[in-house]
């Protein structure tokens, strides 16, 4: 391997997008330990790559709309007020500057970082976390199967660029359609559930657990936890434990205040608060979101790529419309289209106890679950499989 090959840059934008592109590096890294890493979060300020201690090209910014400028324009106005056009500027310098000496730019996310890598001018590859053909069914807008995928043709232009080494898409359906259309994309899997491996050990608690996820962006998240309370407090007559997996970016006191009515007990868990509410148990924590996801018997979520693991893991996850700017009713939908039967979606919050007793009530629809996270987001294991393929293409030049 040439030492302009030893050199990587990467470029993600989004907090799950920064958490899976960090799994990778760090398998990359076992691989290749000489490899020098840089990462370019394009939103935020990449806290996943700070916690690895994988430097920054540049430091991020917060903008209002958390990246999610797609769901509603009016985000736009907001982010460009923010300073957004100054960020992109600045960010493409840097990527200009740091291609000078040659590496290879590894994209992780949407067209976006696939774009920046394009534009380097460097050897580059991408994983695609945003885009699934799944999409695809029942879709009515017109660019949606755009040549029987959901990637439209100027996405698929720079997947076949000669200087594109890999696409990684995020499971076998999409794989497929971008290979029958000529591109090279490799069925490794969703890195996503890597995230939340091993399993941890068996759940303490014994009635019925719910994993209750609310998203890891501010303020909306702070919204969509009052959503999620709301659901729950008419069933407080229940035996039910509620497993609250909190953004460490997030203020857990916010999400404390909200919970007058509800009687501070002593944690079962360390690092975690406990409340109580009749016969519901509420468990508050920052530090334990795989064993969350582990324990839940089912989830209620407002959140983007825990929601997919939480399917992934084969549980079934009842969801409902926030206020946006990311989880709206439409984005709701969508993700709906992406995780299948293991997703349902209300339009009143106050179905999410109900639904949840019927499905677990009901063996068949388990099942059905767990066969159809395991359809949607594939098996444990694909970040060392992108890394593995990611070090021979690397080796080979």
Not at 156 to 168: A, D, E, H, I, P
Not at 199 to 207: D, G, N, T, V
Not at 318 to 328: E, L, S, V
């Amino acid at each position: 391997m040439s030492a302009s090959r030893r050199r990587l840059l990467c470029v993600s934008n989004g907090h799950g997008e920064d958490a899976i592109a960090t799994a990778i590096l760090q398998l990359l890294q076992q691989g290749c330990p000489e490899m020098e890493m840089t990462a370019l979060p394009l939103v935020g300020e990449g806290l996943a790559y700070q916690r690895c201690g994988i430097p920054l090209l540049q430091t991020g910014k917060t903008l209002p709309s958390g990246g999610f400028i797609y769901m509603d324009w009016r985000q736009l106005w907001q982010d460009l007020r923010a300073g957004l056009v100054s960020l992109l500027g600045h960010q493409f310098n840097a990527l200009q500057q740091w291609s000078k000496d040659g590496g290879h730019v590894l994209a992780v996310g949407d067209v976006v970082p696939l774009l920046f890598a394009y534009l380097s001018g460097c050897p580059y590859s991408f994983v695609g976390t945003a885009k699934s053909d799944y999409y695809l069914d029942g879709a009515a807008w017109w660019g949606a199967g755009w040549a029987g995928s959901d990637y439209l043709p100027w996405e698929q232009w720079l997947m076949r660029s000669r200087r594109c080494w890999g696409v990684f898409p995020r499971d076998s359906r999409t794989a497929q359609g971008l290979q029958r259309l000529g591109i090279a994309a490799n069925d490794c899997g969703n890195p996503m559930l890597d995230l939340v491996m091993p399993p941890p050990a068996p759940s303490p608690f014994h009635p019925k657990t719910i994993v209750l996820l609310p998203g890891s962006r501010a303020p909306e998240a702070y919204r969509n936890w009052q959503l999620i309370l709301n659901s729950l407090i008419p069933y407080a007559d229940e035996a039910i434990v509620l497993l609250a997996a909190i953004s460490p970016g997030l203020e857990i006191g916010v999400f404390e205040e909200s919970l007058g009515q509800w009687q501070r007990v002593p944690s079962p868990l360390a690092a975690a608060q406990a409340r109580q509410y009749g016969h519901l148990q509420l468990i508050l924590s920052q530090q334990h979101f795989r064993e969350f996801l582990h324990w839940a018997d089912g989830g209620i979520a407002l959140a983007g790529t825990a929601t997919e693991q939480a399917v992934g893991l084969g549980k079934p996850v009842i969801t409902f419309a926030g206020q946006g700017p990311q989880f709206t009713r439409a984005f709701a939908r969508r993700q709906q289209q992406l995780l299948g039967s293991s997703l349902y979606y209300l339009e009143d919050p106050r179905d999410a106890m109900p639904t949840l007793y019927r499905i677990w009530q009901d063996a068949a629809q388990r099942q059905q679950a767990y066969n159809n996270g395991v359809e949607r987001m594939g098996r444990a294991g694909a970040g060392a499989r992108i890394a593995h393929a990611l070090l021979q293409r690397l080796s080979a030049v």
